[in-house]
């Protein structure tokens, strides 16, 4: 068997399928054209109402004076006094004062009456004064605050006898004691 091929006798290419896919590819084309330009034509719609929506703001911007703005130094000044006042307020509420009070009633004994409680809290220092019934309780209050692990640097600044103003009896011993407090991280 002899095969030969003589190109010139006949046609070797299907025109109506190549035919048939021009169109198609040429319809595919122009769908995705049409899709295209129903984005840009989205977008360029979207610009403008963006645009007249600045414009909108720049308009109602420019009324306003501005004085009226809120950045004048007595604005400034005002401001800052009141970020000052929060943030003295915010010191006094770091103190956590139901702690601190049982704290101190776990090491007051019998016999010790606390009078006045002022707390510094910058240094996170506590002022006593209070009443005694004797020496030993005291002495056993100052040993107990020592010993204690919320407080450190315990001073006692001042006691004296209280008399009786009757009969000038020794009714107790009035106190000052000065602790720091320690924090508990």
Do not use: C
């Amino acid at each position: 068997m002899k095969l030969s091929l003589n190109l010139a006798s006949r046609v070797y290419v299907n025109r109506r399928t190549l035919m048939t896919s021009y169109i198609a590819v040429a319809v595919l084309l122009v769908l995705l054209l049409g899709l295209n330009l129903s984005s840009v034509l989205r977008a360029r719609a979207e610009a403008e109402k963006i645009g007249g929506r600045i414009a909108e703001l720049k308009r109602a911007g420019a009324r306003v004076p501005a004085e009226d703005a809120g950045y004048s130094p007595q604005t400034h000044d005002e401001l800052k006094k009141r970020i000052l006042f929060a943030n003295a307020l915010l010191e006094r509420d770091h103190l956590r004062w139901t702690e601190l009070l049982d704290q101190l009633e776990e090491s007051t004994p019998d016999g010790i009456s606390i009078q006045s409680f002022q707390p510094d809290y910058k240094s996170g220092a506590v002022k006593l004064s209070g009443v005694a019934d004797s020496v030993a309780d005291l002495r056993r209050f100052l040993d107990r605050l020592v010993a204690s692990p919320h407080f450190s640097r315990v001073f006692l600044f001042q006691q004296a006898n209280l008399q009786s103003a009757k009969t000038g009896d020794v009714n107790g011993l009035s106190f000052s004691i000065e602790l720091k407090r320690v924090e508990m991280k």
